[in-house]
């Protein structure tokens, strides 16, 4: 299951609202279900990507990817930005690869 984040949540810092948006994601998606949640960081800050990986972390999601590809492109940098911030079995995808070493 692949959802794309709320960012005008995420830009408002309604962290709440965006830990239940994921965390109800997960939850419908169900066990033995990968989940995937598409961030767009071309339009988040550091910190706005930094936070939101702990949170898909936190709540269970399989993949954290950095954009759908049709809008802005990540960078190097934003990708190390995620990747600092993985914990438990999250993986980072980047465009169409299933994971970035």
């Given amino acids: 299951c692949d959802m794309v984040i ?4 995420v830009k408002d810092g309604d962290w ?4 239940n948006e994921v965390s109800e994601f ?11 949640l598409i961030f ?5 800050s550091d910190e706005e990507i930094a936070k939101l990986t702990q949170i898909c972390c ?7 990817k950095t954009a759908t590809g049709s809008q802005a492109f990540p960078t190097e940098h ?5 990747k600092a911030n993985l914990s438990g079995n999250t993986k980072v ?3 169409g690869k299933r994971r970035v070493p």
């Fill in 26 to 36: 997960v939850r419908i998606c169900g066990e033995g279900c990968d989940t995937k």
């Fill in 93 to 95: 995808c980047k465009g």
């Fill in 40 to 44: 767009e960081v071309g339009f988040l």
């Fill in 6 to 9: 709320n960012i005008g949540k």
């Fill in 16 to 19: 709440d609202y965006v830990r």
């Fill in 58 to 64: 936190e709540c269970g999601v399989t993949y954290v």
């Fill in 78 to 82: 934003q990708v190390r930005v995620m």
